[in-house]
């Protein structure tokens, strides 16, 4: 048995999904405000000084904290219609190929599970996910920030045992770096031109 495990964000994708799904929702603006406000933690993460999930988790509740469910989720789904135009072809015609020879295919992402699951119907993903509380979003995480070794733990959590299939992986960042590690064979920015 073949799984093959592709991240979304720069592997799928041309872009990271957050950021522009915070200018989609919250317009250029209020975007760039946001980001300037949290500039100095963005850029201690990417120092890698500051966690990437506690980071993460700013920037949404900045954005998002007290929004309604209902409008989230409508949010979520606009968004996946009308950005279809980021994902990356010569990914998308792969990851085709392998659901079409039989072989089981997930994607796990750090970002919200809310909108990624969105863009590719039918396909299992394994996300961060948002809390709720009385039909509105808290600003936190449900799951810890699917990231790194929370990417393999949460991966091997759905699919545990290890020496019974084999394992393909495909990302493009620091945060995919633990899964590429326990594949049998891993693909680091094989879709960049």
């Known amino acids: 048995m073949k799984?093959?495990?592709?991240?979304?964000?720069?592997?799928?994708?041309?872009?990271?999904?957050?950021?522009?799904?915070?200018?989609?929702?919250?317009?250029?603006?209020?975007?760039?405000?946001?980001?300037?406000?949290?500039s100095p933690l963005l850029l201690l993460m990417k120092m890698g000084i500051y966690p990437n999930g506690?980071?993460?988790?700013?920037?949404?509740?900045?954005?998002?904290?007290?929004m309604r469910e209902g409008v989230f989720n409508d949010f979520c789904e606009t968004y996946a219609r009308k950005?279809?135009?980021?994902?990356?072809?010569?990914?998308?015609?792969?990851?085709?190929?392998?659901?079409?020879e039989g072989h089981t295919v997930v994607v796990v992402s750090a970002n919200m599970d809310s909108w990624v699951r969105l863009f590719l119907p039918g396909i299992e993903v394994i996300g961060t996910k948002v809390e709720v509380m009385n039909e509105r979003l808290t600003g936190r995480f449900y799951t810890r920030n699917c990231y790194g070794k929370e990417k393999v733990r949460r991966f091997l959590e759905r699919f545990p045992e290890r020496n019974t299939y084999e394992l393909i992986v495909y990302g493009d960042s620091r945060g995919d770096h633990e899964l590429l590690d326990i594949a049998d064979e891993g693909y680091y920015k094989p879709f960049r031109k």
């Open 3 to 38: 799984i093959y495990a592709f991240d979304f964000d720069g592997t799928l994708t041309t872009r990271d999904t957050l950021i522009d799904f915070i200018r989609f929702v919250r317009g250029d603006k209020a975007t760039l405000l946001g980001l300037l406000r949290f």
């Open 54 to 66: 506690k980071c993460k988790r700013q920037l949404f509740t900045y954005f998002f904290k007290g």
């Open 83 to 100: 950005r279809k135009s980021i994902l990356r072809p010569a990914a998308m015609e792969k990851l085709r190929e392998v659901q079409q």
